[in-house]
C-alpha cells in the first residue's frame, strides 16, 4: 500500500526541516502558514510563513549537520497528519541536542496549512538557549 499524498507532504516537511532547506520548505508550506511551536521555552513561538522560512535557516546555522530524523510513528485522519519523531543534532557549538517531538500538520490544497509543534521546551532552553542568545 502506498502512502498517501498528506504523508507524502509532512515526509517532505520534515525533510527540508532536517536540512535545512530554506527553498524546499517554501513550496512545502502554505503563504498563509499558522505554526505554533508550544509552551514557554526560546524556541516557543507563532509563526507565519517568513518566520517559519528563518526558523529552517537558523536550524541550518545553529547544527553542524541539520538534524537527523527518526520518524517514530505517522498517522493520518480528515488531512490531519500527526508526526512522533526524534531528532539527533549537535550544535556548532559542540553540544548535543536531541529533543523528541510531535507535530500535528493540517494539510490543505497540498500545502501545510497549519502545524502544531510539542517539544521537551526545558532541553530547548537549556541546549538551544545559550546559543540563541550569543
Do not use: H
Amino acid at each position: 500500500m502506498s502512502e498517501s499524498a498528506n504523508k507524502q507532504i509532512a515526509r517532505a516537511f520534515m525533510n527540508a526541516l532536517s536540512t535545512g532547506d530554506v527553498e524546499a520548505m517554501s513550496g512545502i508550506i502554505s503563504q498563509d502558514i499558522e505554526a505554533v511551536a508550544t509552551g514557554t521555552s526560546v524556541l516557543s513561538a507563532n509563526r507565519n510563513y517568513d518566520a517559519v522560512l528563518e526558523a529552517v535557516a537558523g536550524l541550518k546555522q545553529a547544527t553542524k549537520d541539520g538534524i537527523a530524523i527518526e520518524i517514530l510513528s505517522l498517522t493520518e485522519e480528515d488531512g490531519r497528519v500527526v508526526c512522533e519523531w526524534k531528532g539527533s543534532s549537535e550544535l556548532v557549538t559542540g553540544t548535543p541536542y536531541n529533543n523528541e517531538y510531535v507535530f500535528i500538520f493540517q494539510i490543505e490544497d497540498g500545502k501545510v496549512r497549519r502545524m502544531t509543534e510539542y517539544m521537551d521546551t526545558k532541553l530547548a532552553d537549556e541546549v538551544m538557549g545559550p546559543i540563541l542568545a550569543g
